[in-house]
Nanobody, 124 residues
Framework: QVQLVESGGGLVQAGGSLRLSCAAS????????MGWFRRTPGKEHEFVAG????????YYADSVKGRFTISREDAKSTLYLQMNSLKPEDTAVYYC?????????????????WGQGTQVTVSS
């Protein structure tokens, strides 16, 4: 059983930056592809970014490409999301997710484990 705990959310002005972290425990972190999702009230979970195991290939939603960077540090069992040039429309609860496959899943329900989320609020 893998436990995922997000941190690093908060309130930031538009144009600012935040770095989210997702600490994993209870499993072989290096054997999981990881992803970040976000959700706003009344909407489904939206894929934000993903990173594969092994080669750490990265994938991004068009809405965040060029502004967000996903990375992982297997030695620390930690996933990161560096968010720059934040916009008010990035406001959401951000979740990390893990799937034991070579590539990350862009579909929330296809993951094996999920964190509880961390709130990111971007003011205009």
């Amino acid at each position: 059983q893998v436990q995922l705990v997000e941190s690093g959310g908060g309130l930031v002005q538009a144009g600012g930056s935040l770095r989210l972290s997702c600490a994993a425990s209870g499993g072989a972190f290096s054997m999981y592809s990881m992803g970040w999702f976000r959700r706003t009230p009344g909407k489904e979970h939206e894929f934000v970014a993903g990173i594969s195991w092994g080669l750490s290939s990265t994938y991004y939603a068009d809405s965040v490409k060029g502004r967000f960077t996903i990375s992982r540090e297997d030695a620390k069992s930690t996933l990161y999301l560096q968010m720059n040039s934040l916009k008010p429309e990035d406001t959401a609860v951000y979740y990390c997710a893990a799937v034991r496959r070579p590539l990350p899943s862009r579909t929330w329900d296809e993951n094996d484990y999920w964190g509880q989320g961390t709130q990111v609020t971007v003011s205009s």
